[in-house]
């Protein structure tokens, strides 16, 4: 794996018709700040290979809101994405950077926002960027790093979805 994309689901509905945090599907503004975010990804050229994303109603959702910005990625949807720590979803990404180039991760906080901080830390990025990741990483956010030979990351960027008008 050459790069990594960190992308937190979109804006969810409070609750779900079932009741369960499963099933929360994406608010409409979720919907649009998704594929808003996709959009941008791929103009800047973060285009994955392979997306790994949560099994839960608003990633998939997610998903299909951004998957027409990346027509040529393969997508697996992995149920230990959900709501999975940030050593669970480095090691999902690990695995599937064995024999891709660009591995994104559609999938939850608190695990996204802690191994995007995580990763900063470990590249040496500047105190502001990590108070800032640590601040905030709302939904539809998306953190990118490069991950050179020996496995060290590179901030590469941090996005924010533009707040509603």
């Known amino acids: 794996m050459q790069r990594l994309i960190l992308f ?7 609750d779900s ?4 945090d499963f099933d ?5 503004r979720g919907v649009l700040e998704s594929a808003a975010m996709g959009a ?4 800047l050229g973060f285009v994955p290979d392979v997306v790994l994303v949560s099994t839960s109603a608003r990633t998939r959702d997610t998903w ?10 393969e997508v697996q949807f992995e149920p230990e994405l959900y709501n999975a720590d940030s050593g669970a979803l480095r090691q999902a990404a690990r695995q599937a950077g064995k024999t891709a180039g660009t591995v994104m ?3 939850h906080n608190p695990g996204l926002q802690e191994l995007a901080i995580q990763l900063l830390l470990e590249g040496s990025a500047p105190n502001d960027l990590i108070n800032q990741a640590s601040r905030k990483f709302p939904p539809a956010a998306a953190a990118v790093f490069l991950i ?8 590469d960027g941090l996005f924010y979805p533009d707040p509603p008008r």
């Open 8 to 14: 937190r689901h979109g804006t969810a509905e409070p």
């Open 105 to 107: 991760i559609v999938a």
């Open 64 to 73: 299909e809101a951004v998957q027409r910005s990346f027509p040529n990625a």
């Open 148 to 155: 050179d030979a020996n496995g060290k990351p590179s901030f």
């Open 40 to 43: 941008s990804l791929a103009d």
């Open 24 to 28: 929360r599907r994406l608010a409409p």
């Open 17 to 20: 018709h079932t009741g369960d």
